[in-house]
Antibody, heavy 124, light 106 residues
Framework: QVQLQESGPGLVKPSQTLSVTCNVSGGSFNNGNYYWNWIRQFPGKGLEWIGHIYYTGSTAYNPSLKSRVTISIDTSKRQFSLRLDSVTAADTAVYFC????????????????WGQGTLVTVSS | VLTQSPATLSLSPGERATLSCRASQSVTFYLAWYQQKPGQAPRLLIYDASNRATGIPARFSASGSGTDFTLTISSLEPEDSAVYYCQQSTNWPAHTFGGGTKVEIK
């Protein structure tokens, strides 16, 4: 059974870079059946999709964040990472990694597996 | 934009809960539903508008297409107390979420 586990810094200063990593254990990681996503949840509870990466390294980002976001993948370590530059207090959120199943040739609508989330607070 | 209603639903165990998700433009059937309990990640309940995810009890069902979608909990259990979100992927890979409906069990 696949499990996702985020790890992050907890606290980041304004204007600095936020980096969070998701470790994937169990299940398939690089067989081409899944997209690996980052999603965040603000303190007011709204959810925002940040972007995804395929095992080949192909990425897609939320247009509202595209200029500040980089998602990368290391298949040998079974992990993928999020980098968000020039953070402000508005980036304070719980950051989740999540899996999107595309094993049927097209993607099912919905993220079927999530990590437990890691809270990142942006504050000086 | 996905608009969920009501914001809060307060019902007794055994009652039927009906949650609505309305899209500002057609999302065909590219819609999912999630349940989130405090301190936990969202849990996928429904994918592709009406299909129960693995392990989801049969009391959860969903319907709809286009702009209007409904999640129904046929007979509420105390453990169904949570916030429920809808999510659409009509402009894949972009995904957006609704604002959520909180279900309280009296």
């Amino acid at each position: 059974q696949v499990q996702l586990q985020e790890s992050g810094p907890g606290l980041v200063k304004p204007s600095q870079t936020l980096s969070v990593t998701c470790n994937v254990s169990g299940g398939s990681f690089n067989n081409g059946n899944y997209y690996w996503n980052w999603i965040r949840q603000f303190p007011g509870k709204g959810l925002e999709w940040i972007g995804h990466i395929y095992y080949t390294g192909s990425t897609a980002y939320n247009p509202s964040l595209k200029s500040r976001v980089t998602i990368s993948i290391d298949t040998s370590k079974r992990q993928f990472s999020l980098r968000l530059d020039s953070v402000t207090a508005a980036d304070t959120a719980v950051y989740f990694c999540a899996r999107e199943d595309c094993s049927a040739g097209s993607c099912y609508v919905g993220f079927d597996t999530w990590g437990q989330g890691t809270l990142v607070t942006v504050s000086s | 934009v996905l608009t969920q209603s009501p914001a809060t639903l307060s019902l007794s165990p055994g009652e039927r809960a009906t949650l609505s998700c309305r899209a500002s433009q057609s999302v065909t059937f590219y819609l999912a539903w999630y349940q989130q309990k405090p301190g936990q990640a969202p849990r996928l309940l429904i994918y592709d508008a009406s299909n129960r995810a693995t392990g989801i009890p049969a009391r959860f069902s969903a319907s709809g297409s286009g702009t209007d979608f409904t999640l129904t909990i046929s007979s509420l259990e105390p453990e169904d107390s949570a916030v429920y979100y809808c999510q659409q992927s009509t402009n894949w890979p972009a995904h957006t979420f609704g604002g959520g409906t909180k279900v309280e069990i009296k």
